[in-house]
């Protein structure tokens, strides 16, 4: 079945260094990769999403790239801050009885220290 | 975004017993979507929920052990039926929103703890 791969599990950074969280997906037809963030005791909140038909997108210090070809996507935090500290899930489009479900990883929890 | 609200927001509930929790959104949507997390896990996915149609459940998770209903485009209850220890977890509900109604946002969920 569709699966979703997310690495590393635990992220350590210092204040200001950047980050970076990688997924691969196994389903080909996939054409939708958001990237959620999760605060203890909060909802998982989208940040930022890519379609298929686009490589790369930034939004102030997150951006997300997206290689088709060897199915993989990546989020990128510059300039990490401690707020920055949360678990994120990347996930994947699979098709399913006519609409779009999304298939999880199993999260990186990222801790940025002072 | 859509405002999305559940209730409860935690219950403890005694083993053998069902709890049903609700999913209220502002504005209509077509799809509703129930998840399951774990402690410490990812977001599983139990169901489909759309208008009008009986609920799509994945693999693990059947009807009579989580019926949904989804009465109308604004709302949608799940219910958690002879509960075990096991299914303490985390219950949310989530919303596609979108033209492609693939993009989700999600309820602030509801804490379930079985004795």
């Known amino acids: 079945g569709e699966n979703v791969e997310q690495h590393p599990s635990t992220l350590s950074v210092q204040e200001g260094d950047s980050a970076v969280i990688k997924c691969t997906y196994s389903d080909s037809a996939s054409n939708y990769f958001p990237w959620y963030k999760q605060e203890l005791g909060k909802r998982p909140q989208l940040i930022i999403d890519?379609?298929?038909?686009?490589g790369e997108k930034k939004d102030q210090r997150i951006a997300v790239t997206l290689n088709k070809t060897a199915k993989h996507f990546s989020l990128h935090i510059t300039e990490t801050q401690p707020e920055d500290s949360a678990v994120y899930f990347c996930a994947a489009t699979a098709l399913s009885g006519g609409y779009n479900k999304l298939i999880f990883g199993a999260g990186t929890r990222l801790a940025v220290h002072p | 975004s859509a405002v999305i609200s559940q209730k409860p927001s935690r219950d403890i509930c005694q083993r053998g017993t069902s709890l049903t929790i609700q999913c209220q959104v502002d504005?209509?949507?077509?799809?509703m979507f129930w998840y399951r997390q774990q402690p410490g896990q990812s977001l599983t996915l139990i169901a489909t929920?759309?208008?009008?149609?009986?609920?799509?459940?994945e693999s693990g998770f059947v009807i009579d052990k989580f019926p949904i209903s989804r009465p109308n485009l604004t709302f949608s209850t799940l219910t958690v039926s002879n509960m075990s220890p096991e299914d303490s977890s985390i219950y949310l509900c989530?919303?596609?929103?979108?033209?492609?109604?693939?993009?989700?946002?999600f309820g602030p969920g509801t804490r379930l703890t079985v004795l």
């Open positions: 989530s919303v596609g929103s979108g033209a492609l109604t693939d993009t989700q946002y």
């Open positions: 890519i379609r298929s038909n686009v």
């Open positions: 504005s209509q949507v077509t799809m």
């Open positions: 929920a759309n208008q009008g149609s009986e609920a799509t459940y």
